[in-house]
């Protein structure tokens, strides 16, 4: 499936960032992958063109919390594809700190690779996405925080609403340039590092969700998708929960009853 549309995913060495680029890959675009280790991002350039048969997939390592890094990358990015019509915003990091532990180191952590990281990646992309015919910006946030809460991550849930908040200033600003500014708010998805926890605690997770399955990182990647086509250019500032329908019980009773 041919496409002249080309894509930039952020933290696509990994997780559902390489489900997003997967998607993509397999429409036809034109892949840029970044992240900061290079023999992840060698092996997800070489994985993805074996799953896609696309040829144009390409990792250059990046650092979302350097603009200047980040500058290189799409730098890059235009200089072998030809231009930057898609950016998904979606490195991000969810280490576990309780309220009275939380220290302001960890606090600003997350919040230069969440909210910051994703800031730099957009700056550095808007001449690029500008100079395309339909520029598409598309964040990964989470139900985490903007709608539900869970014990340990008060500072990760923070920076998933502030994209949120990020999001409906910047799709206001950007809208006159053609560029849509729209959020995927992932459930709980299976990834690498999802495998550490265990088969108890993974098949207490299903048991959680109606759809009785964690979701897989390609279904946040055809949500991406959606949002990054040339037709959904009337869609802007919107969020699209994809979870299984995670959040719709009102007591466990409800799943199963
Ligand atoms: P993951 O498996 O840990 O992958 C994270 C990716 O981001 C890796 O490629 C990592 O590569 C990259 N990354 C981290 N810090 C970076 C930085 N400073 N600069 C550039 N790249 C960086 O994470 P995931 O579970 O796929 O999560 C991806 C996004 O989905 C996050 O925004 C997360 O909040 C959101 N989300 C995940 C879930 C879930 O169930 N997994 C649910 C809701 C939302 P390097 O370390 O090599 O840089």
Redesign the pocket.
């Known amino acids: 499936m041919a496409n002249s549309r080309t894509v930039l995913v ?8 390489k489900g997003i680029a997967s998607v993509f890959a397999k429409n036809g675009y034109k892949v840029a992958l ?4 290079a023999e ?1 991002g060698a092996q997800a350039e070489q994985t993805l063109k074996a799953v896609s048969g696309n040829e144009d997939v390409l990792f250059v390592p ?4 350097s603009l200047e890094s980040m500058r290189q990358v799409v730098g890059t990015t235009v200089e072998t594809f030809g231009s930057l019509d898609v950016l998904c915003a ?5 280490p576990s700190a309780k309220l009275d532990a939380m220290t302001e180191r960890q606090w600003d952590e997350i919040f230069d ?2 909210v910051k ?1 994703m800031l730099f990646s957009i700056q550095a992309a808007l001449d690029a996405l500008r100079a395309s015919v339909a520029g598409r910006i598309v964040i ?1 946030s ?1 139900i ?1 925080g903007p709608v539900t809460g869970f014990p340990g991550w008060a500072h990760y849930g923070s920076t ?1 609403a502030a994209q949120l908040g990020f999001m409906r200033t910047a799709a206001i600003e950007l809208a006159r340039d053609g560029i849509t500014v729209n959020a995927v708010l ?4 299976y ?3 999802l495998q550490d926890l265990g088969e108890d605690y993974l098949n207490s997770m299903k048991a959680s969700i109606p759809m009785k399955r964690l979701g897989d990182v390609e279904d946040i990647g055809h949500a991406a998708l959606f949002f990054a086509q040339e037709t959904s250019g009337y869609v802007t500032a919107q969020s699209l929960i994809v979870d299984g329908g995670q959040i719709l019980p009102e007591t466990l009773e409800a799943v199963d009853a």
């Open positions: 952020t933290g696509a060495t990994l997780g559902i960032g970044t992240a900061r280790n992840h990046g650092d979302v919390t979606n490195a991000g990091m969810f690779v969440n990281g990964t989470s985490t998933k992932p459930g709980n998805i990834t690498e590092g």
